[in-house]
């Protein structure tokens, strides 16, 4: 079955560091790879997505992730963060029916001033 | 464009009592979804549509029913509510017609109940 892991439960960072939040994931053939993000009492909003191509895909609101096949990982990063971007960050891989995502468990990002 | 919407915002039920929550989408998308979030367990895929007049369960379906009354509402049903089903609900939509769809949510049912 597709599924995605993330790791850590809370990242902590200091604002204008740069933020790196894991993923890695286990698939059978090509993994469509996908970054959600959610602020409170809100529902999720798309991040960005490695389809194809270029391993270094860029997203919304200044975010990157890097799909590293070798080590089957998708991490979510930002060069300098802002204490606007904590918030809880689910990655996702789509499903082996083609119509769903599974979810990973999420990470919840705080960036302290 | 409103995207995807919800009603209720809100809702408390007593243990065995039924209700049903309503999805709209406006972007013309052929694949509905619906998830329940709780804490510590992600989203849990519950049933999908993948067009009008199909649906299929995911990995939580017991307890529900859905119903895909058009290409645009998609409905959730609790007949007997119980306190495992306290959780937050989520719908969300997307065109599978290429492989790089990705899901729009709606903002949320917050369903408690007791």
């Known amino acids: 079955a597709q599924s995605v892991a993330q790791p850590e439960d809370q990242v902590n960072v200091a604002e204008g560091n740069p933020l790196t939040v894991k993923c890695t994931y286990s698939?059978?053939?090509?993994?469509?790879l996908f970054w959600y993000v959610q602020y409170p009492n809100r529902g999720l909003q798309f991040l960005l997505k490695y389809i194809t191509g270029d391993n270094l895909v860029k997203g919304s609101y200044g975010f990157e992730a890097e799909f590293n096949k070798s080590q089957t990982s998708f991490h979510l990063k930002k060069p300098s963060a802002l204490v606007s971007d904590s918030a809880l960050y689910f990655c996702a891989v789509r499903s082996s029916s083609g119509y769903a995502l599974n979810f990973g468990k999420g990470t919840s990002l705080l960036v302290t001033p | 464009n409103a995207g995807v919407t919800q009603t209720p915002k809100f809702q408390v039920l007593k243990t065995g009592q039924s209700m049903t929550l309503q999805c709209a989408q406006d972007m013309n998308h052929n694949s509905m979804y619906w998830y329940r979030q709780d804490p510590g367990m992600g989203l849990r895929l519950i049933y999908y549509s993948a067009s009008e007049g199909t649906t299929d369960k995911g990995e939580v379906p017991n307890g529900y029913n859905v119903s895909r009354l058009n290409k645009r509402e998609f409905s959730l049903r609790l007949e007997s509510a119980a306190p495992s089903q306290t959780s937050v609900y989520f719908c969300?939509?997307?065109?599978?017609?290429?492989?790089?769809?990705?899901?729009?949510f709606g903002p949320g049912t917050r369903l408690t109940v007791t």
């Open positions: 698939v059978s053939g090509n993994p469509y």
């Open positions: 969300a939509s997307t065109f599978t017609g290429t492989p790089s769809y990705e899901q729009y």
